[in-house]
T-cell receptor, first 112, second 114 residues
Framework: KQEVTQIPAALSVPEGENLVLNCSFT??????LQWFRQDPGKGLTSLLL?????REQTSGRLNASLDKSSGRSTLYIAASQPGDSATYLC???????????FGPGTRLSVLP | EAGVAQSPRYKIIEKRQSVAFWCNPI?????LYWYQQILGQGPKLLIQ????????DSQLPKDRFSAERLKGVDSTLKIQPAKLEDSAVYLC????????????FGQGTRLTVV
């Protein structure tokens, strides 16, 4: 059964810092991975999707990479801003490749 | 492009009552998911539809939860009777068919069972 862990569980940084969020899967046979952002009381906003033929994706100050051999993904946020404060969730396919399995999330606070 | 629509946004009911949630996916998206998110946890899949057929409902508590997707578009999720532990946010998501497609989520319905 696919299980997803995210480290750290919570992170507090001053504005302007670069930071890395980590995501690990027990089943490393991952063919795609998606990172989401969730603001308090809101739904999930898709940030980046890494497809099976890709190793990384970039959008603005965000860069996500996927190492299929180790079953790990990282989300890099450059020059963090207070508006980046949210919970970040990663999701990958279950063992049958049918749906998404989520990690518990990393709660990020960027202090002004 | 309109996003995934869900209603209601909030619902408070007493235990043993019934409740229903509605979801309208993005137009053209064949796959629809219902997730349950308990406070402080990641979302957990309840049921996945491909068009109007069920792909995976292995984690759906079928003694009290039911879902349908009529005509392969809108979907409803029902809980009857509700328990205190059903208090959570219920998220609907949709994606195009296929493994490499991006999932888009609605705003969710926050259910409180008292």
């Amino acid at each position: 059964k696919q299980e997803v862990t995210q480290i750290p569980a919570a992170l507090s940084v001053p504005e302007g810092e670069n930071l890395v969020l980590n995501c690990s899967f027990t089943d490393s046979a991952i063919y795609n991975l998606q990172w989401f952002r969730q603001d308090p009381g809101k739904g999930l906003t898709s940030l980046l999707l890494i497809q099976s033929s890709q190793r990384e994706q970039t959008s603005g100050r965000l860069n996500a990479s996927l190492d299929k051999s180790s079953g790990r993904s990282t989300l890099y946020i450059a020059a963090s801003q207070p508006g980046d404060s949210a919970t970040y969730l990663c999701a990958g396919p279950d063992n049958y490749g049918q749906n998404f399995v989520f990690g518990p999330g990393t709660r990020l606070s960027v202090l002004p | 492009e309109a996003g995934v629509a869900q209603s209601p946004r909030y619902k408070i009911i007493e235990k043993r009552q019934s409740v229903a949630f509605w979801c309208n996916p993005i137009s053209g998206h064949a796959t629809l998911y219902w997730y349950q998110q308990i406070l402080g946890q990641g979302p957990k899949l309840l049921i996945q539809f491909q068009n109007n057929g069920v792909v995976d409902d292995s984690q759906l508590p079928k003694d009290r939860f039911s879902a349908e997707r009529l005509k392969g578009v809108d979907s409803t999720l029902k809980i009857q009777p509700a328990k205190l532990e059903d208090s959570a946010v219920y998220l609907c998501a949709s994606s195009l068919a296929g493994r490499n497609t991006e999932a888009f989520f609605g705003q969710g319905t926050r259910l409180t069972v008292v």
